[in-house]
């Protein structure tokens, strides 16, 4: 039989209606959300799915180990009145978002972020979020609720984080390109 006529043949397999849509699933409230409720996180949601988020707010006074976190504001003032150009040099009211990520593996479609930490310096304090995804099917929940997306031009301050961490954050960011607003590029300060 010539290939021609097996086409034809199949054609007569092929089904004239085109196929109904499933009706979008409901999200699924996370599982043991009592649990982590009781070691300090809230369990947010947003139109994408649900995600874990905790708030620590550190006032300026608060030492890192012999550093007191408002000496920042010192340093900046200093490396601003600096007569050269660096491209690590920043002005006081430039927007600092210390950023770190935890992750399931080093590389590939397989490696998730469960965890997002950020660190945003606010007039009187510095204030950490952490975001904990629940399990990959809220994803997408997770990334959006970072607000990574909002900053125009973000000062991203991170350890390995301008070859790994912000990587990892495009590429997971790509598989729900569809969905997710887009990621600006960040100005990025990779203290390794």
Known sequence: ????????????????????KRP???IQRPQHADAWRAIGLELKENRFGFVFEKKITYPLDTRHGKVRLSELDRVL??????PFEHPFKLKKEDPILFFDTETTGLSGTGAYIFLVGLLVRKEDSFEMTQYIMPDPSHEAAFLYETGLWKEEQPIIFSY??????WPQLTSRWTMHRNVLPKLPEPRQVDLF
């Open 1 to 20: 039989m010539s290939f021609e006529n097996k086409l034809l043949q199949m054609k007569g397999m092929l089904k004239k209606q085109p196929a109904k």
């Open 24 to 26: 979008p699933e409901a």
């Open 77 to 82: 003032g200093a490396w601003e009145q600096t």
């Open 160 to 165: 390995n984080g301008k070859s790994f961490d």
